[in-house]
Protein backbone atom coordinates (compact mmCIF):
# COMPACT_ATOMS: atom_id res chain seq x y z
CA UNK A 1 0.00 0.00 0.00
CA UNK A 2 3.02 2.55 0.84
CA UNK A 3 4.39 1.64 -2.65
CA UNK A 4 1.04 2.10 -4.50
CA UNK A 5 0.91 5.49 -2.69
CA UNK A 6 4.34 6.91 -3.29
CA UNK A 7 4.18 5.79 -6.72
CA UNK A 8 0.88 8.16 -7.02
CA UNK A 9 2.13 11.10 -5.71
CA UNK A 10 5.59 10.43 -7.91
CA UNK A 11 2.75 10.39 -10.66
CA UNK A 12 1.63 13.79 -9.73
CA UNK A 13 4.88 15.45 -9.50
CA UNK A 14 5.89 14.92 -12.91
CA UNK A 15 2.67 15.47 -13.99
CA UNK A 16 2.73 19.13 -12.23
CA UNK A 17 6.40 19.97 -13.04
CA UNK A 18 5.23 22.12 -15.95
CA UNK A 19 1.57 23.17 -15.60
CA UNK A 20 -0.25 24.45 -18.86
CA UNK A 21 -0.31 27.96 -16.95
CA UNK A 22 3.45 28.22 -18.10
CA UNK A 23 1.71 27.10 -21.59
CA UNK A 24 1.36 30.10 -24.24
CA UNK A 25 0.47 28.28 -27.06
CA UNK A 26 -1.37 25.09 -26.50
CA UNK A 27 -2.66 22.84 -23.70
CA UNK A 28 -1.57 19.42 -22.51
CA UNK A 29 -4.40 16.63 -22.86
CA UNK A 30 -4.16 13.91 -20.12
CA UNK A 31 -1.03 11.38 -19.98
CA UNK A 32 -0.03 13.33 -23.25
CA UNK A 33 3.81 12.85 -21.79
CA UNK A 34 2.86 9.42 -19.92
CA UNK A 35 6.09 7.78 -21.46
CA UNK A 36 8.40 10.66 -20.39
CA UNK A 37 10.45 11.31 -17.22
CA UNK A 38 9.71 14.69 -15.32
CA UNK A 39 13.07 16.33 -16.64
CA UNK A 40 11.97 15.41 -20.98
CA UNK A 41 8.95 15.99 -20.37
CA UNK A 42 9.70 19.70 -19.18
CA UNK A 43 12.09 20.09 -22.41
CA UNK A 44 10.11 19.11 -24.52
CA UNK A 45 6.65 20.94 -23.72
CA UNK A 46 9.25 23.70 -23.57
CA UNK A 47 10.86 23.60 -26.96
CA UNK A 48 7.31 23.00 -28.47
CA UNK A 49 5.98 25.69 -26.58
CA UNK A 50 8.66 27.84 -28.31
CA UNK A 51 8.14 26.21 -31.74
CA UNK A 52 4.20 27.11 -31.62
CA UNK A 53 4.77 30.52 -30.48
CA UNK A 54 7.00 30.95 -33.32
CA UNK A 55 5.40 31.12 -37.06
CA UNK A 56 7.10 30.47 -41.08
CA UNK A 57 10.73 30.67 -41.20
CA UNK A 58 10.99 32.05 -37.97
CA UNK A 59 10.72 27.94 -37.36
CA UNK A 60 14.15 27.39 -39.73
CA UNK A 61 16.37 28.05 -36.29
CA UNK A 62 14.21 25.22 -34.27
CA UNK A 63 14.86 22.50 -37.56
CA UNK A 64 16.68 20.16 -37.42
CA UNK A 65 19.48 21.48 -40.10
CA UNK A 66 19.69 18.09 -42.51
CA UNK A 67 15.77 18.58 -43.13
CA UNK A 68 15.95 22.11 -43.99
CA UNK A 69 18.65 21.19 -46.57
CA UNK A 70 16.18 18.78 -48.20
CA UNK A 71 12.84 20.83 -47.65
CA UNK A 72 13.31 24.59 -47.43
CA UNK A 73 9.39 25.11 -46.31
CA UNK A 74 9.39 21.66 -44.35
CA UNK A 75 6.07 22.69 -42.25
CA UNK A 76 4.32 23.95 -44.70
CA UNK A 77 1.12 22.40 -44.22
CA UNK A 78 1.31 23.51 -40.52
CA UNK A 79 2.14 26.91 -41.60
CA UNK A 80 -0.28 27.37 -43.96
CA UNK A 81 -3.13 26.00 -42.02
CA UNK A 82 -2.20 28.24 -38.87
CA UNK A 83 -2.13 31.75 -41.74
CA UNK A 84 -5.54 30.12 -42.41
CA UNK A 85 -7.07 29.67 -39.44
CA UNK A 86 -5.48 32.15 -37.19
CA UNK A 87 -8.48 34.41 -36.65
CA UNK A 88 -11.07 31.34 -35.71
CA UNK A 89 -12.74 31.66 -32.34
CA UNK A 90 -10.89 29.35 -29.43
CA UNK A 91 -8.21 28.33 -32.28
CA UNK A 92 -5.40 26.60 -30.06
CA UNK A 93 -3.28 23.71 -30.20
CA UNK A 94 -3.72 20.41 -27.89
CA UNK A 95 -1.05 18.45 -27.46
CA UNK A 96 -2.28 14.60 -27.91
CA UNK A 97 0.73 12.73 -27.30
CA UNK A 98 4.84 12.49 -27.14
CA UNK A 99 5.97 9.18 -27.88
CA UNK A 100 9.56 7.94 -27.53
CA UNK A 101 11.21 6.35 -31.16
CA UNK A 102 14.31 5.60 -30.02
CA UNK A 103 17.48 7.36 -27.88
CA UNK A 104 16.61 11.32 -28.32
CA UNK A 105 13.91 11.34 -30.66
CA UNK A 106 10.46 11.36 -30.28
CA UNK A 107 7.09 11.65 -32.01
CA UNK A 108 4.79 14.62 -31.10
CA UNK A 109 1.16 14.80 -32.00
CA UNK A 110 -0.61 18.13 -32.07
CA UNK A 111 -4.70 19.01 -32.91
CA UNK A 112 -6.13 21.53 -33.45
CA UNK A 113 -9.71 22.70 -32.75
CA UNK A 114 -11.79 25.59 -32.67
CA UNK A 115 -15.31 26.64 -31.08
CA UNK A 116 -18.05 28.02 -32.42
CA UNK A 117 -20.52 30.76 -30.77
CA UNK A 118 -22.66 27.47 -29.67
CA UNK A 119 -19.78 26.14 -27.55
CA UNK A 120 -19.48 22.83 -29.97
CA UNK A 121 -15.65 22.52 -31.14
CA UNK A 122 -14.79 21.81 -34.85
CA UNK A 123 -11.66 19.18 -35.67
CA UNK A 124 -9.68 21.52 -37.86
CA UNK A 125 -6.04 20.22 -37.87
CA UNK A 126 -4.27 16.77 -36.37
CA UNK A 127 -0.18 16.85 -37.42
CA UNK A 128 2.47 14.62 -36.46
CA UNK A 129 6.21 16.60 -35.84
CA UNK A 130 9.65 14.50 -35.19
CA UNK A 131 11.50 16.35 -32.90
CA UNK A 132 15.19 15.42 -31.98
CA UNK A 133 17.59 16.29 -29.24
CA UNK A 134 20.90 17.45 -30.99
CA UNK A 135 23.98 18.39 -28.63
CA UNK A 136 21.56 19.53 -26.14
CA UNK A 137 19.39 21.48 -28.51
CA UNK A 138 15.92 19.81 -29.65
CA UNK A 139 15.29 20.24 -33.12
CA UNK A 140 12.46 19.64 -35.23
CA UNK A 141 11.57 18.05 -38.58
CA UNK A 142 7.93 17.00 -40.54
CA UNK A 143 7.54 13.23 -40.15
CA UNK A 144 7.57 12.28 -44.10
CA UNK A 145 10.81 10.63 -43.92
CA UNK A 146 9.89 8.57 -40.73
CA UNK A 147 6.40 7.69 -42.16
CA UNK A 148 7.98 6.39 -45.11
CA UNK A 149 11.17 4.73 -43.62
CA UNK A 150 10.33 1.09 -44.47
CA UNK A 151 9.14 2.08 -48.12
CA UNK A 152 10.96 1.17 -51.32
CA UNK A 153 13.34 3.72 -53.61
CA UNK A 154 14.17 3.03 -57.11
CA UNK A 155 15.52 5.83 -59.50
CA UNK A 156 13.69 5.57 -62.97
CA UNK A 157 15.49 7.95 -65.39
CA UNK A 158 15.40 11.79 -63.99
CA UNK A 159 12.81 10.13 -61.20
CA UNK A 160 12.82 8.93 -58.09
CA UNK A 161 10.73 6.78 -56.79
CA UNK A 162 9.56 6.39 -53.14
CA UNK A 163 6.64 4.06 -52.71
CA UNK A 164 5.16 1.06 -50.48
CA UNK A 165 4.43 -1.38 -52.98
CA UNK A 166 5.46 -2.56 -56.23
CA UNK A 167 6.72 -0.23 -59.08
CA UNK A 168 5.41 -0.89 -62.40
CA UNK A 169 8.26 0.19 -64.49
CA UNK A 170 6.48 0.46 -67.98
CA UNK A 171 4.62 3.25 -66.12
CA UNK A 172 7.72 4.65 -64.39
CA UNK A 173 9.51 4.78 -67.54
CA UNK A 174 6.81 6.80 -69.58
CA UNK A 175 6.43 9.53 -67.02
CA UNK A 176 10.26 9.97 -67.58
CA UNK A 177 9.94 10.12 -70.75
CA UNK A 178 7.11 12.91 -70.57
CA UNK A 179 9.49 14.76 -67.86
CA UNK A 180 12.07 15.27 -70.31
CA UNK A 181 9.71 15.31 -73.54
CA UNK A 182 8.24 18.17 -71.50
CA UNK A 183 10.82 20.30 -70.63
CA UNK A 184 11.89 20.55 -74.30
CA UNK A 185 8.49 21.67 -74.82
CA UNK A 186 9.24 24.77 -72.84
CA UNK A 187 12.89 25.09 -73.46
CA UNK A 188 14.20 23.89 -69.85
CA UNK A 189 16.51 22.05 -68.22
CA UNK A 190 15.07 18.34 -67.24
CA UNK A 191 13.61 18.67 -63.79
CA UNK A 192 14.51 15.74 -61.77
CA UNK A 193 12.19 14.47 -59.10
CA UNK A 194 11.37 12.86 -56.42
CA UNK A 195 8.07 11.18 -56.63
CA UNK A 196 5.95 9.53 -53.84
CA UNK A 197 3.68 6.89 -54.69
CA UNK A 198 0.66 6.94 -52.85
CA UNK A 199 -2.81 4.71 -52.65
CA UNK A 200 -5.07 7.89 -52.74
CA UNK A 201 -4.94 11.82 -50.56
CA UNK A 202 -5.65 10.19 -47.29
CA UNK A 203 -2.63 8.33 -47.24
CA UNK A 204 -0.63 10.80 -49.12
CA UNK A 205 -1.52 13.78 -46.38
CA UNK A 206 -0.87 11.13 -43.42
CA UNK A 207 2.36 10.68 -45.36
CA UNK A 208 3.16 14.47 -44.67
CA UNK A 209 2.23 13.90 -41.03
CA UNK A 210 -1.28 15.68 -42.10
CA UNK A 211 -3.50 12.59 -39.75
CA UNK A 212 -6.48 14.98 -40.23
CA UNK A 213 -6.82 18.03 -42.33
CA UNK A 214 -10.20 18.43 -44.95
CA UNK A 215 -8.23 18.51 -48.17
CA UNK A 216 -7.22 14.94 -47.39
CA UNK A 217 -11.11 13.85 -48.66
CA UNK A 218 -11.84 16.21 -50.98
CA UNK A 219 -11.16 13.90 -53.99
CA UNK A 220 -10.63 10.17 -54.33
CA UNK A 221 -7.42 11.09 -56.60
CA UNK A 222 -5.16 13.77 -56.19
CA UNK A 223 -1.65 14.97 -55.48
CA UNK A 224 1.07 17.91 -55.08
CA UNK A 225 3.48 19.73 -56.73
CA UNK A 226 5.73 21.16 -54.08
CA UNK A 227 8.28 22.74 -56.73
CA UNK A 228 10.41 24.41 -53.89
CA UNK A 229 11.82 20.90 -53.76
CA UNK A 230 10.90 18.98 -56.43
CA UNK A 231 9.19 16.51 -55.14
CA UNK A 232 5.61 15.40 -56.45
CA UNK A 233 3.27 13.78 -54.06
CA UNK A 234 0.86 11.37 -55.60
CA UNK A 235 -2.36 10.05 -54.19
CA UNK A 236 -3.13 7.95 -57.65
CA UNK A 237 -1.70 5.10 -56.86
CA UNK A 238 -0.08 5.36 -60.03
CA UNK A 239 3.76 5.76 -61.56
CA UNK A 240 2.03 8.71 -63.94
CA UNK A 241 1.05 11.88 -62.69
CA UNK A 242 1.80 14.36 -65.75
CA UNK A 243 -0.73 16.74 -64.56
CA UNK A 244 1.47 17.66 -61.12
CA UNK A 245 4.93 17.56 -63.57
CA UNK A 246 3.42 19.94 -65.60
CA UNK A 247 3.09 22.42 -62.18
CA UNK A 248 6.94 22.06 -61.81
CA UNK A 249 8.02 23.53 -65.64
CA UNK A 250 4.92 26.43 -65.10
CA UNK A 251 6.38 27.15 -61.37
CA UNK A 252 9.77 27.96 -62.36
CA UNK A 253 9.54 29.83 -65.72
CA UNK A 254 6.30 31.68 -64.69
CA UNK A 255 6.55 32.14 -60.38
CA UNK A 256 3.81 34.75 -60.47
CA UNK A 257 1.62 32.13 -62.27
CA UNK A 258 -2.30 32.43 -62.18
CA UNK A 259 -3.92 29.71 -60.56
CA UNK A 260 -7.17 29.39 -63.08
CA UNK A 261 -4.01 29.25 -66.18
CA UNK A 262 -1.68 26.88 -64.36
CA UNK A 263 -4.21 24.80 -63.32
CA UNK A 264 -6.08 24.66 -66.74
CA UNK A 265 -2.93 23.59 -68.56
CA UNK A 266 -1.96 21.27 -66.27
CA UNK A 267 -5.78 19.73 -66.59
CA UNK A 268 -5.10 19.89 -70.05
CA UNK A 269 -2.10 18.14 -70.39
CA UNK A 270 -2.05 15.67 -67.67
CA UNK A 271 -6.35 15.55 -66.95
CA UNK A 272 -7.53 15.29 -63.39
CA UNK A 273 -9.34 13.16 -61.13
CA UNK A 274 -7.80 10.11 -63.35
CA UNK A 275 -9.61 11.74 -66.30
CA UNK A 276 -8.28 12.99 -69.46
CA UNK A 277 -9.73 16.20 -71.06
CA UNK A 278 -11.71 15.02 -73.21
CA UNK A 279 -13.67 12.79 -70.51
CA UNK A 280 -13.68 15.90 -68.33
CA UNK A 281 -15.35 17.37 -71.05
CA UNK A 282 -17.97 15.04 -70.57
CA UNK A 283 -18.30 15.56 -66.48
CA UNK A 284 -19.02 19.40 -66.93
CA UNK A 285 -21.73 18.44 -69.44
CA UNK A 286 -23.42 16.33 -66.82
CA UNK A 287 -22.92 18.55 -63.97
CA UNK A 288 -24.41 21.51 -66.33
CA UNK A 289 -27.49 19.37 -67.33
CA UNK A 290 -27.91 18.33 -63.46
CA UNK A 291 -27.75 22.43 -62.75
CA UNK A 292 -28.94 24.37 -65.74
CA UNK A 293 -29.10 27.63 -63.57
CA UNK A 294 -25.70 27.52 -62.68
CA UNK A 295 -23.86 30.89 -62.46
CA UNK A 296 -21.26 29.60 -65.35
CA UNK A 297 -18.64 32.58 -64.09
CA UNK A 298 -19.33 31.86 -60.53
CA UNK A 299 -18.89 28.04 -60.94
CA UNK A 300 -15.05 28.95 -62.68
CA UNK A 301 -13.64 31.75 -60.31
CA UNK A 302 -14.69 29.97 -57.59
CA UNK A 303 -13.23 26.90 -58.11
CA UNK A 304 -16.17 25.02 -57.40
CA UNK A 305 -16.03 21.31 -57.24
CA UNK A 306 -18.30 18.70 -59.64
CA UNK A 307 -17.74 15.50 -59.85
CA UNK A 308 -15.16 13.63 -58.52
CA UNK A 309 -14.24 16.69 -56.64
CA UNK A 310 -12.36 18.02 -59.71
CA UNK A 311 -13.27 22.11 -59.79
CA UNK A 312 -15.26 23.33 -62.53
CA UNK A 313 -12.15 25.70 -63.29
CA UNK A 314 -9.56 22.85 -63.80
CA UNK A 315 -11.96 21.50 -66.66
CA UNK A 316 -12.82 24.69 -68.46
CA UNK A 317 -9.75 26.24 -68.07
CA UNK A 318 -8.28 22.99 -69.58
CA UNK A 319 -10.63 22.86 -72.52
CA UNK A 320 -9.81 26.85 -73.23
CA UNK A 321 -5.90 25.93 -72.93
CA UNK A 322 -6.64 23.21 -75.54
CA UNK A 323 -8.58 25.51 -77.98
CA UNK A 324 -5.92 28.30 -77.91
CA UNK A 325 -3.22 25.84 -78.40
CA UNK A 326 -4.51 23.99 -80.76
CA UNK A 327 -5.84 27.34 -82.74
CA UNK A 328 -3.65 30.01 -81.72
CA UNK A 329 -0.41 27.81 -81.15
CA UNK A 330 2.13 27.58 -77.95
CA UNK A 331 3.24 31.67 -78.32
CA UNK A 332 -0.42 32.44 -77.04
CA UNK A 333 -0.19 29.52 -74.09
CA UNK A 334 3.48 31.40 -72.74
CA UNK A 335 1.59 35.02 -73.62
CA UNK A 336 -1.63 33.88 -71.39
CA UNK A 337 0.62 32.96 -68.65
CA UNK A 338 3.03 35.75 -68.41
CA UNK A 339 0.36 38.38 -68.72
CA UNK A 340 -2.33 36.62 -66.39
CA UNK A 341 -2.03 38.19 -62.75
CA UNK A 342 -5.50 37.93 -61.64
CA UNK A 343 -9.36 37.06 -62.32
CA UNK A 344 -9.42 40.63 -64.23
CA UNK A 345 -6.51 40.09 -66.44
CA UNK A 346 -7.05 36.82 -67.05
CA UNK A 347 -10.62 37.60 -68.82
CA UNK A 348 -9.33 39.96 -70.81
CA UNK A 349 -6.41 37.88 -72.02
CA UNK A 350 -9.14 35.69 -73.08
CA UNK A 351 -10.56 38.42 -74.95
CA UNK A 352 -7.14 39.77 -76.77
CA UNK A 353 -6.62 35.99 -77.26
CA UNK A 354 -9.64 34.26 -78.75
CA UNK A 355 -11.72 37.04 -79.12
CA UNK A 356 -14.48 36.46 -76.11
CA UNK A 357 -15.10 38.96 -73.77
CA UNK A 358 -16.38 38.34 -69.98
CA UNK A 359 -20.28 38.79 -71.12
CA UNK A 360 -20.44 35.95 -73.95
CA UNK A 361 -17.85 33.58 -71.81
CA UNK A 362 -20.66 31.38 -70.16
CA UNK A 363 -22.34 30.73 -73.81
CA UNK A 364 -19.04 30.25 -74.75
CA UNK A 365 -18.31 27.76 -72.17
CA UNK A 366 -20.99 26.18 -72.97
CA UNK A 367 -20.80 25.43 -76.53
CA UNK A 368 -17.07 24.47 -76.27
CA UNK A 369 -18.55 21.57 -73.69
CA UNK A 370 -20.92 20.45 -75.67
CA UNK A 371 -19.04 19.89 -78.89
CA UNK A 372 -17.11 17.04 -77.09
CA UNK A 373 -20.14 15.40 -76.81
Not at 150 to 169: A, D, E, H, R
Not at 325 to 342: A, P, R, V, Y
Not at 345 to 371: G, R
Request: hydrophobic share 35%; with cysteine.
Amino acid sequence: MMKISLFIIFLLIVKTSFPQSNLVNFHIQKDATYLLDSVKSNEILKSLDVFLKSNDHNRDVLTNSAILKENVEPFFWLNNFERVNKEKKGYQPTLLAVLPLQENQYLIKISFLSTNNDGSQDHLFTYTLILDKVNDKYLFSNSINYNSKNWNTQQVGSIKYIFPNKLNLEKARELDKFNIDFAKKFNSAVIPLTYYKCYNPEQLFKLLGCDYIPNMYYSTSGGIAESWHNTLLAGNNSELYQHEVVHFYTHKLFPEYNRIVDEGYATYIGGSGGKNINELAQVADEYLKANPTSDVIKLFTNFSRVQGGVPFTYIVSGLICKEIESKKGFGSILQLFKLTKDEDSYFQQIENIIHINKTNFPNFVKSLINSYK
